[in-house]
């Protein structure tokens, strides 16, 4: 199958203000809660975080939802917390634009751009996106092809960004027991076909806490650059996608087994 895609061009070593974050010696994690909720929230999750060596810290405050009755984060405010998390822990942030109108608010905030899979297909986004300096975290949409993620990335390529990071975070199957299906084959296509780092999501792809660590350490075996993983101070009480969120001692837990499988197969998880 022809899979053409500037991001067979991209770099595979990423840095964060000069500082290499991810290649194919690492699987970075990426840890954090669905949604900017409060300032206590964040700063509270991000001090743990930080005190178990997580760099990066995953928080959107501009949620896109299928609700719009549903809570879509703390805004503009909420970009201040996470600044203050920089500050205050030295954490790297990765923070999502929803669409284009906010994406001059998130850039100067975040480290990495996450464009969530429900704006894969943002045209106006992804070319700002491809205008700005920062690395973009594409997520996969759920019933997008590989071949439309890779074309959808060219859109932010052609602007001149080469620091791409693609992600596969489930797709819909006809299976409803879980609330997506983690797409390992495509994950497979991906590393076969571009250079960019591959992130893998076992967060949304499980939608319930229950198969996460599994899910997580499988994705570590499968060798990965990274992770996207949802962490919630009180998971029972989260503004947003409280299901699938791991409480702080099961992230603990299932970060070290992850850390040993990364030994096993050459790779450090950090
Ligand atoms: C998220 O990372 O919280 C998110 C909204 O994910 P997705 O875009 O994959 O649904
Ligand atoms: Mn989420």
Known sequence: MD????????????????????????????????????????????????????????????????????FQGA???????????????GMKIITETSDYSNFHLVEPVTD????????MFDHALLKAAGASKKPILLKRHFGATIDELFKMADFALL???????????????????????????????????????????????????????????ACVAFGCEGILIEVHHNPAEAMCDKEQALDLKQFKQ??????SIGLAIGKQVK
């Open 3 to 70: 899979l053409i895609s500037k991001s067979a061009e991209v770099y595979n070593r990423i840095t964060i203000d000069g500082e290499e974050f991810f290649n194919h010696d690492t699987c970075r994690v990426m840890a954090g809660p669905c949604a900017v909720e409060s300032r206590d929230q964040i700063l509270s999750t991000a001090e743990m975080l930080a005190n178990m060596g997580i760099s990066i810290f995953r928080a959107g405050s501009f949620k896109p939802r299928t609700n719009p009755y549903a």
């Open 75 to 89: 805004g503009e405010e909420g970009l201040r917390w996470l600044e203050e998390v920089k500050e205050t822990y």
């Open 112 to 119: 990495i751009i996450q464009i969530g899979a429900k704006a």
């Open 159 to 217: 602007e001149g960004n080469r620091q791409i990071l693609f992600c596969e975070r489930g797709i819909r199957t006809f299976e409803t027991s879980s609330r997506f299906t983690l797409d390992l084959c495509g994950a497979a296509v991906i590393k076969n076909n571009t250079r960019a780092p591959l992130i893998l999501d076992p967060s949304h792809a499980m939608g319930y806490s229950f198969g996460v660590p599994d899910i997580a350490n």
């Open 254 to 259: 299932v970060y070290e087994q992850m850390n």
